[in-house]
């Protein structure tokens, strides 16, 4: 049965040697006819058709040797390929698609227990038993008739050969395209018995390699550089009460279980490509319960050849109390190292070099750039090199077991603008003397002690401006208001009037200057009211073009839905339009201005990184130019008075201090951003405004048509200090048509009224004065039955001193400096409705 198909095959393509003898006959036929026939026409038709039977033959001959040679390479190839099945290991089967057996091999024949072929069976018929057997062979089965392929591995009790318990083996099944049958399939039977019990007894080793680590008296975990923790023993878990489930499947990170900075300390290993790198360190680990467990830790790094870590080998030594042999005896140590490691203070040991020998979690936290990098574990590498000297020279006077090192304030590598002080001692260690440097980090307290400092000063400054600017007030107050008599008592003709005019316009402008100085110094009057910002920036901007010419593009942008904010509007406009043109000014060729408005909630003043800016809604309000930047050197002073970088003649230097003074009366904040060769943007955040239950919006009142006619009758009671102004006023509401009653003080001023009784109309005070200010006359005269109104003149902001008044009390309200103008139009209106 093996050998039939393959020499049927054989016979029947060997089977014409008629053909040999035919187109040989065909060759000759020609010659003996050429020999024997006449030489006539009908002989030489038949010579004729001979030959062409001859050529026929020729071509049949060559044909045939052809597929002679391709039949013989073809049974030699079939004869190899049997020699081969026949004495291979494996054992095959081939059958058509009715079932019948086509060819077995020995190795099967062997397998089946057949001594001969009538007595082979199909591997179904072979393969029989237990549910899961019958199951994979019929899924080979199956396969085989939908000519797939298919490969099962099942185990069967007893085995074929009889030899042992179990028997395990591994049946293919694959088409084949066999010639002259429908479809065959060639079934391989291998037995793996061996193989598998060579397998079972690695993973049996294996689990019990992974059973003595897990069961270990030490802890061990594996993480990557990212902290991931790919595997954990159960000794670690069993310690900080976690479920092994967890690990290794993205459920555990090293910050979970490891406390403080220790996570940040075991990432700070450091290797050159192809090292391995093993560190100690005495760590609190955290158990899922929030309790601490003293450690102590053997963290290995190999580092591939890219120079990246890969997964680390860690060991894990308990030394909580009652777990460590020798326990009197380290118990010292144990509690100096979570100490050491928990202190909230950075400290490191470093050798003479500066090489750090130990650090704690916190140092790792404050000084990462020393940890790593090119020069790595190097207490140089955390620092800026212009403070380097300081720290070479301290550690060496440690070195040289000197005491009282003075500390040294150094600034920190990195990003950020950080700071530390370091503190010095001399540390003996087993190498050789060194130092141990206890860091404090100093930034926020740098930061509050020169935003303080700063603050104090602005402070300072505004109580010199806002005292200068008061008396000057009373100064400027007396010129203007004698240039107004003089030129009451002039005509426009006059060869004096022009002289006057010139008086009176250069005190007008030192005024300007006075209003400067109280708008920085926080003392002028604000009339806030609600506003809408993008609204009033984009009335604004047509002015805005106009002052920054057509060489500067100024653009307008604004988010949607922006909050209110309650401000004075003029002060407001007045701060935008100094920003804007200290823009221009710092674009002499020519640039691009964008001023925008937005919203900002809590979480975006954390983004600003401000730290003096308390965390809350604000509108914020940018210029942004394109200029040339200011130095930082500069930066420090831009908002002090009189500070200017402008050429003589070009700026007073109180833009940005009227700007400052106005933002911070608001109640908002104003930040600077600038690069030099970059450009600058200023930064004004106002409160955002809500309007309390059933307040009302802040509506204007139309302005009042001044009197045409400001002359007058009543009596007033003139009380103030300064005698140049109190003369002028006295002399310019008594040409208007008032009785005027004078007094110095507040004192004389309770007097006058004393001698007076009921012949007082109106009172116009100074606010400040000696022995007795107005705010202190106002509350007497009220508790005297004195029911007069009363105008407050003053060169500070009207909310100076209204909280020192009687409250719900009415009165009106003049700034200094005033014309004769301005002040006979406040009395008329206070006067006239009482009249």
Same mark, same amino acid.
């Given at each position: 049965?093996?050998?039939?198909?393959?020499?049927?095959?054989?016979?029947?393509?060997?089977?014409?040697?008629?053909?040999?003898?035919?187109?040989?006959?065909?060759?000759?036929?020609?010659?003996?006819?050429?020999?024997?026939?006449?030489?006539?026409?009908?002989?030489?038709?038949?010579?004729?058709?001979?030959?062409?039977?001859?050529?026929?033959?020729?071509?049949?001959?060559?044909?045939?040797?052809?597929?002679?040679?391709?039949?013989?390479?073809?049974?030699?190839?079939?004869?190899?390929?049997?020699?081969?099945?026949?004495?291979?290991?494996?054992?095959?089967?081939?059958?058509?698609?009715?079932?019948?057996?086509?060819?077995?091999?020995?190795?099967?024949?062997?397998?089946?227990?057949?001594?001969?072929?009538?007595?082979?069976?199909?591997?179904?018929?072979?393969?029989?038993?237990? /549910?899961?057997?019958?199951?994979?062979?019929?899924?080979?089965?199956?396969?085989?008739?939908?000519?797939?392929?298919?490969?099962?591995?099942?185990?069967?009790?007893?085995?074929?050969?009889?030899?042992?318990?179990?028997?395990?083996?591994?049946?293919?099944?694959?088409?084949?395209?066999?010639?002259?049958?429908?479809?065959?399939?060639?079934?391989?039977?291998?037995?793996?018995?061996?193989?598998?019990?060579?397998?079972?007894?690695?993973?049996?080793?294996?689990?019990?390699?992974?059973?003595?680590?897990?069961?270990?008296?030490?802890?061990?975990?594996?993480?990557?550089?990212?902290?991931?923790?790919?595997?954990?023993?159960?000794?670690?878990?069993?310690?900080?009460?976690?479920?092994?489930?967890?690990?290794?499947?993205?459920?555990?990170?090293?910050?979970?279980?490891?406390?403080?900075?220790?996570?940040?300390?075991?990432?700070?290993?450091?290797?050159?490509?192809?090292?391995?790198?093993?560190?100690?360190?005495?760590?609190?680990?955290?158990?899922?319960?929030?309790?601490?467990?003293?450690?102590?830790?053997?963290?290995?790094?190999?580092?591939?050849?890219?120079?990246?870590?890969?997964?680390?080998?860690?060991?894990?030594?308990?030394?909580?109390?009652?777990?460590?042999?020798?326990?009197?005896?380290?118990?010292?140590?144990?509690?100096?190292?979570?100490?050491?490691?928990?202190?909230?203070?950075?400290?490191?040991?470093?050798?003479?070099?500066?090489?750090?020998?130990?650090?704690?979690?916190?140092?790792?936290?404050?000084?990462?750039?020393?940890?790593?990098?090119?020069?790595?574990?190097?207490?140089?590498?955390?620092?800026?090199?212009?403070?380097?000297?300081?720290?070479?020279?301290?550690?060496?006077?440690?070195?040289?077991?000197?005491?009282?090192?003075?500390?040294?304030?150094?600034?920190?590598?990195?990003?950020?603008?950080?700071?530390?002080?370091?503190?010095?001692?001399?540390?003996?260690?087993?190498?050789?003397?060194?130092?141990?440097?206890?860091?404090?980090?100093?930034?926020?307290?740098?930061?509050?002690?020169?935003?303080?400092?700063?603050?104090?000063?602005?402070?300072?400054?505004?109580?010199?401006?806002?005292?200068?600017?008061?008396?000057?007030?009373?100064?400027?107050?007396?010129?203007?208001?004698?240039?107004?008599?003089?030129?009451?008592?002039?005509?426009?003709?006059?060869?004096?009037?022009?002289?006057?005019?010139?008086?009176?316009?250069?005190?007008?402008?030192?005024?300007?200057?006075?209003?400067?100085?109280?708008?920085?110094?926080?003392?002028?009057?604000?009339?806030?009211?609600?506003?809408?910002?993008?609204?009033?920036?984009?009335?604004?901007?047509?002015?805005?073009?106009?002052?920054?010419?057509?060489?500067?593009?100024?653009?307008?942008?604004?988010?949607?839905?922006?909050?209110?904010?309650?401000?004075?509007?003029?002060?407001?406009?007045?701060?935008?339009?100094?920003?804007?043109?200290?823009?221009?000014?710092?674009?002499?060729?020519?640039?691009?201005?964008?001023?925008?408005?937005?919203?900002?909630?809590?979480?975006?003043?954390?983004?600003?990184?401000?730290?003096?800016? /308390?965390?809350?809604?604000?509108?914020?309000?940018?210029?942004?130019?394109?200029?040339?930047?200011?130095?930082?050197?500069?930066?420090?002073?831009?908002?002090?008075?009189?500070?200017?970088?402008?050429?003589?003649?070009?700026?007073?230097?109180?833009?940005?201090?009227?700007?400052?003074?106005?933002?911070?009366?608001?109640?908002?904040?104003?930040?600077?951003?600038?690069?030099?060769?970059?450009?600058?943007?200023?930064?004004?955040?106002?409160?955002?405004?809500?309007?309390?239950?059933?307040?009302?919006?802040?509506?204007?009142?139309?302005?009042?048509?001044?009197?045409?006619?400001?002359?007058?009758?009543?009596?007033?009671?003139?009380?103030?200090?300064?005698?140049?102004?109190?003369?002028?006023?006295?002399?310019?509401?008594?040409?208007?048509?008032?009785?005027?009653?004078?007094?110095?003080?507040?004192?004389?001023?309770?007097?006058?009224?004393?001698?007076?009784?009921?012949?007082?109309?109106?009172?116009?005070?100074?606010?400040?004065?000696?022995?007795?200010?107005?705010?202190?006359?106002?509350?007497?005269?009220?508790?005297?039955?004195?029911?007069?109104?009363?105008?407050?003149?003053?060169?500070?902001?009207?909310?100076?001193?209204?909280?020192?008044?009687?409250?719900?009390?009415?009165?009106?309200?003049?700034?200094? /400096?005033?014309?004769?103008?301005?002040?006979?139009?406040?009395?008329?209106?206070?006067?006239?409705?009482?009249?």
């Amino acid at each position: 049965m093996t050998d039939e198909p393959l020499a049927f095959d054989r016979t029947e393509r060997a089977g014409s040697p008629g053909l040999v003898l035919l187109f040989a006959a065909c060759l000759v036929a020609p010659v003996v006819a050429f020999s024997v026939l006449p030489k006539d026409a009908a002989g030489t038709l038949v010579i004729g058709l001979l030959t062409v039977l001859a050529v026929i033959g020729i071509f049949g001959l060559f044909g045939y040797a052809v597929g002679f040679l391709q039949f013989s390479g073809q049974a030699l190839r079939n004869d190899l390929t049997k020699l081969v099945c026949d004495s291979g290991p494996e054992s095959l089967m081939v059958s058509d698609g009715d079932g019948k057996i086509l060819y077995a091999n020995e190795a099967y024949m062997r397998l089946s227990g057949a001594g001969d072929a009538s007595r082979l069976k199909t591997v179904e018929r072979l393969f029989s038993g237990p /549910p899961d057997v019958s199951e994979a062979i019929y899924r080979l089965a199956q396969a085989a008739r939908e000519g797939k392929r298919n490969a099962e591995e099942l185990r069967l009790a007893p085995p074929l050969t009889g030899e042992g318990d179990v028997g395990w083996y591994r049946i293919r099944v694959r088409p084949l395209n066999y010639p002259g049958a429908k479809r065959a399939t060639l079934w391989s039977v291998a037995d793996v018995t061996r193989e598998r019990e060579r397998h079972e007894n690695v993973f049996q080793e294996l689990q019990h390699a992974i059973d003595f680590l897990d069961h270990a008296p030490a802890g061990f975990f594996s993480c990557d550089a990212s902290g991931a923790v790919s595997y954990m023993n159960a000794t670690l878990a069993q310690w900080l009460d976690y479920d092994l489930a967890q690990v290794g499947s993205g459920g555990l990170e090293l910050g979970d279980f490891i406390a403080g900075g220790g996570a940040v300390l075991l990432a700070s290993i450091t290797g050159a490509p192809g090292d391995v790198a093993t560190e100690q360190f005495d760590v609190d680990l955290k158990r899922r319960n929030g309790q601490s467990l003293p450690t102590r830790i053997m963290h290995r790094v190999a580092f591939g050849q890219d120079g990246l870590p890969g997964a680390s080998r860690t060991l894990v030594f308990n030394r909580a109390p009652g777990e460590e042999p020798a326990e009197d005896l380290r118990a010292a140590e144990v509690r100096f190292a979570r100490m050491f490691n928990a202190t909230p203070m950075a400290i490191a040991i470093v050798d003479k070099a500066g090489r750090i020998k130990r650090s704690n979690a916190a140092f790792a936290k404050l000084m990462p750039e020393a940890l790593k990098g090119a020069d790595a574990r190097n207490i140089y590498a955390g620092m800026l090199e212009s403070d380097r000297a300081a720290l070479e020279a301290a550690i060496a006077a440690a070195v040289e077991s000197k005491t009282d090192i003075a500390p040294v304030d150094v600034r920190l590598a990195g990003e950020r603008d950080r700071s530390a002080r370091l503190l010095i001692s001399a540390a003996d260690e087993a190498d050789g003397p060194g130092a141990t440097i206890y860091a404090l980090d100093t930034t926020e307290l740098r930061t509050l002690k020169e935003n303080f400092a700063q603050s104090q000063k602005m402070q300072a400054i505004g109580q010199l401006a806002g005292g200068v600017a008061h008396d000057f007030n009373n100064v400027l107050t007396a010129i203007i208001g004698y240039s107004d008599l003089l030129l009451a008592n002039h005509r426009p003709t006059d060869p004096s009037f022009q002289d006057i005019m010139q008086i009176k316009q250069n005190a007008n402008r030192a005024a300007g200057l006075v209003r400067q100085l109280l708008a920085f110094s926080r003392r002028q009057t604000l009339r806030p009211e609600v506003l809408q910002l993008g609204d009033v920036l984009s009335e604004l901007q047509m002015l805005l073009r106009r002052l920054v010419g057509e060489k500067i593009s100024l653009d307008l942008r604004h988010g949607r839905d922006l909050w209110l904010v309650k401000a004075d509007l003029n002060q407001f406009e007045q701060v935008i339009i100094n920003l804007v043109v200290n823009a221009r000014d710092a674009m002499p060729n020519g640039g691009r201005i964008e001023l925008r408005i937005n919203n900002i909630n809590p979480a975006d003043c954390a983004r600003l990184g401000e730290e003096s800016l /308390p965390h809350a809604d604000y509108v914020a309000i940018e210029v942004e130019d394109s200029g040339h930047g200011i130095a930082p050197e500069v930066k420090e002073k831009i908002f002090e008075p009189f500070f200017t970088t402008k050429e003589v003649g070009k700026g007073t230097g109180l833009g940005l201090a009227m700007v400052y003074g106005i933002v911070k009366q608001t109640g908002g904040f104003v930040f600077c951003d600038s690069t030099v060769g970059a450009g600058t943007t200023f930064r004004i955040l106002l409160p955002r405004y809500l309007p309390g239950e059933g307040e009302e919006e802040t509506r204007k009142e139309p302005a009042k048509k001044a009197a045409a006619d400001l002359t007058g009758h009543g009596t007033i009671l003139l009380v103030e200090d300064e005698e140049a102004v109190r003369a002028f006023s006295a002399r310019a509401l008594s040409a208007r048509g008032y009785t005027v009653l004078e007094a110095a003080n507040g004192l004389e001023a309770l007097n006058v009224v004393d001698r007076n009784p009921g012949t007082i109309d109106l009172i116009v005070s100074d606010v400040v004065m000696p022995e007795m200010d107005g705010p202190t006359m106002f509350g007497e005269l009220r508790k005297r039955g004195l029911t007069a109104k009363v105008i407050f003149v003053s060169g500070y902001a009207e909310e100076a001193f209204a909280k020192n008044l009687p409250e719900g009390e009415d009165f009106a309200f003049l700034p200094k /400096p005033f014309t004769l103008k301005q002040l006979i139009e406040a009395v008329k209106s206070a006067v006239a409705p009482a009249a």
